[in-house]
């Protein structure tokens, strides 16, 4: 997608500080934390929202809680705990349509988040 953000990203037509990069995903800081840590973890394969998931793309989500949780271990945010989170259309919050995953962590999370 020739406007999406993200895929500008993938493609390294846009800067970010990224932390990992198999494959599959591509991980990078957010621009605008809201924790100490604060990284999207981004499928290379545009899928805008997770209704797009299905049989040929679903193991791209198991494959970034994988890499989330690798992430918050070098983070050293795995033992005292994180939060990982999609935002699926408008009336939740996905300002980008190109599914990904926050991994937040770093301070205490409180409840509801929203």
Same mark, same amino acid.
């Given at each position: 997608?020739?406007?999406?953000?993200?895929? !500008?990203?993938?493609? !390294? %037509?846009?800067?970010?500080?990224?932390?990992?990069? @198999?494959?599959?995903?591509? /991980?990078?800081?957010?621009?605008?934390?809201?924790?100490?840590?604060?990284?999207?973890?981004?499928?290379?394969?545009?899928?805008?929202?997770?209704? @797009?998931?299905?049989?040929?793309?679903? +193991?791209?989500?198991?494959? /970034?809680?994988?890499? /989330?949780?690798?992430?918050?271990? !070098? %983070? #050293?945010?795995?033992?005292?705990?994180?939060?990982?989170?999609?935002?699926? #259309?408008?009336?939740?919050?996905?300002?980008?349509?190109?599914? +990904?995953?926050?991994?937040?962590?770093?301070?205490?999370?409180?409840?509801?988040?929203?």
């Amino acid at each position: 997608m020739s406007d999406c953000i993200f895929c !500008k990203i993938i493609n !390294k %037509e846009v800067p970010s500080n990224i932390v990992y990069e @198999d494959d599959l995903v591509v /991980a990078f800081r957010d621009i605008n934390p809201q924790a100490p840590v604060h990284i999207l973890i981004v499928p290379k394969e545009h899928i805008p929202t997770l209704l @797009d998931l299905n049989e040929d793309n679903k +193991h791209i989500v198991s494959h /970034a809680y994988m890499v /989330a949780k690798e992430l918050a271990k !070098k %983070e #050293g945010i795995d033992e005292k705990g994180y939060r990982i989170v999609s935002n699926c #259309g408008n009336d939740g919050g996905q300002t980008v349509y190109h599914i +990904h995953f926050h991994l937040l962590g770093g301070r205490f999370m409180t409840w509801p988040p929203g």
